[in-house]
């Protein structure tokens, strides 16, 4: 009898340790919560001592640690009501992405398929927990922000491998970002701006949860620690400053306005059996010579008097902008003294026929115009010998983001430009100068203040447009030279002056100038400065100045 009263003494036990947790159980998931729970006490953050301040400062928004980044509440309110649509277009972006990918491992490896079964943000969006706008030097916007997202992302990857099919889940994702945003160049078509480029400030937190078939790969001793390490290296390695991650906005062709990529070095050699315009005497030829889609003038040669096979053996130098789609283009003209200069007939040598660093001779028949079909171009006007040399510039990617090289480039920048003045020819020592006037602040006249800016270099003057009443103008206007030899003791001085009305007694005032040396281009490759202006009480100018080699 001792047996089965100990036996029936555990299985009562066992009755009613299951019972009594049921009981439990059931208490506390439909009990009511007393009427006697009093709200949380809530205190002010100057009455907690340091170490609950320490505690509670990850949680404290950035906008309040620090007072240059501001507050937006309506950019979290928007991303709150667009939440739900940006979930669904964000999700259909990354399917297309991610599908090409998939789809190079399908039948490696054993293989099948490799697809999203759910691909959810989850109800709780990103929070924007300040933003601060930086001034630069540059033609650019830099905004710097920080991005919060507490997320409950549902995201399930399934794999079939073999006769498995594999599920990998993504949840609850938390990330914490310092991105930089830069919008450059600014441009004057819509939106404004022709590149995104977006780069971390600082080493990006990333914690989440990985499940694998159901089970927390997560729990497993170690993995935790490392996932997470990997990720952040990964993440820094490719984001992280100074790397970027550039997004195009605008084609180069419509939204940015293109810049000088090389020169071209032409030499007219000579014409021959050219057509004779007058009654009396031979033609009085002469050639003008430019690109395609620039608005220069037009380059001339001398006049040869009384001379039907001229030679004229003179170089001259264009600058390039797009070698693609240029043209250069060749006119050949009968002076006159008194009418009109008579045709003689022209061409045109496409610049993306000719092989960069490599000098090509050209004997070309003379034209009456570009038209095929023309039958004025069966008549014989002579022929036109060219040479031809594209010498694309140089890269500067020694560059740092603030316009300035380090030492050792430095140093190889010095070592070329010694070596440029020992050599002689002209296509070695050819490189161009490019002023960028971007603006001006506190400037006044006494009688008007319509400033503009004129640029005076190598006996050339070049001004920037007129900007009405303001004393804080923005041209924003880029000027070229190009230079012949890049070592001279000649310096830039750039004036800004007001103008007043056309019968003014005023007409012109002096508003300040400065003067920079050439050497100090040439050295650094870039000066991208903002200077005190001379004989002015607290002006100041913004120019950017850039020099390249070929």
Known sequence: MGFFNALLEIIGLGIGITFGLF???????????SKNVKDPITRALYTFDSNSILDLLPEVPFWIKHSDYERVDWMNKFLNDMWPFLDKAIGVIMRDTTKPLFDEYIGKYQVKAIDFESLCLGSLPPTVQGVKACETNENA????????????????????????????????????????????????TFPCFANVSVTLLEKPHIDF????????????????????????????????????????ILDGSVGTLKKPVGILHVKVVRAMKLLKMDLIGASDPYVKLSLSGERLPAKKT???????????????KLLVKDPETQVLQLHVY?????KTHDKLGMQVIPLRSL????????????????????????????????????????TDDEMY????????????????????????????????LQVTIQGAEEV??????????????????????????????????DFEFVLEEPLTDEKIRIEVISRGRRFSFNRKEFLGHIDINLDDVVYNGRINEKYHLINSKNGILHVDIKWKMT
Not at 302 to 316: A, G, H, R, T, V
Not at 362 to 386: A, E, M, W
Not at 410 to 427: K, M, N, V, W
């Open 23 to 33: 009981l439990g159980f059931m208490f506390f998931v439909y009990d009511t919560p």
């Open 141 to 188: 916007l830099v905004i710097d922000s920080v991005i919060k997202w507490a997320g409950n992302p549902n995201i399930t990857l399934v794999i079939k491998l073999l006769f498995l099919r594999i599920t990998v889940q993504l949840v609850d994702l938390q990330v914490f970002l310092a991105p930089r945003i830069v919008l450059k160049p600014l441009v004057p």
């Open 209 to 248: 949860g990985l499940k694998l078939w159901g089970g927390d790969l997560m729990a497993i001793p170690g993995l935790y620690r490392y996932t997470q390490e990997f990720i952040k290296k990964q993440v820094a390695s490719l984001y992280l400053w100074p790397q970027t991650l550039e997004i195009p």
């Open 302 to 316: 001398s006049i040869k008097m009384k001379n039907l096979n001229p030679e004229w053996n003179e170089d001259f």
């Open 334 to 338: 009968d002076w006159e003294k008194l």
């Open 355 to 394: 092989v960069p660093n490599e000098t090509q001779t050209f004997t070309l028949n003379l034209l009456k115009n570009t038209d095929p079909n023309d039958y004025h171009n069966r008549k014989s006007r002579g022929q036109i010998v060219v040479e031809m040399t594209l010498v694309p510039f140089r």
């Open 401 to 432: 983001l603030s316009g300035h090289l380090d030492q050792s480039l430095i140093r190889e920048r010095s070592e070329r430009l010694q070596s440029i003045s020992e050599i002689s020819a002209p296509i070695s020592g050819a490189s161009l």
């Open 444 to 477: 006044e006249g006494k009688h008007h203040t319509n400033p503009y800016a004129v640029i005076h270099f190598k006996g050339e003057a070049r001004k920037t447009k007129t900007m009405k009443k303001t004393r804080h103008p923005c041209w924003n206007e």
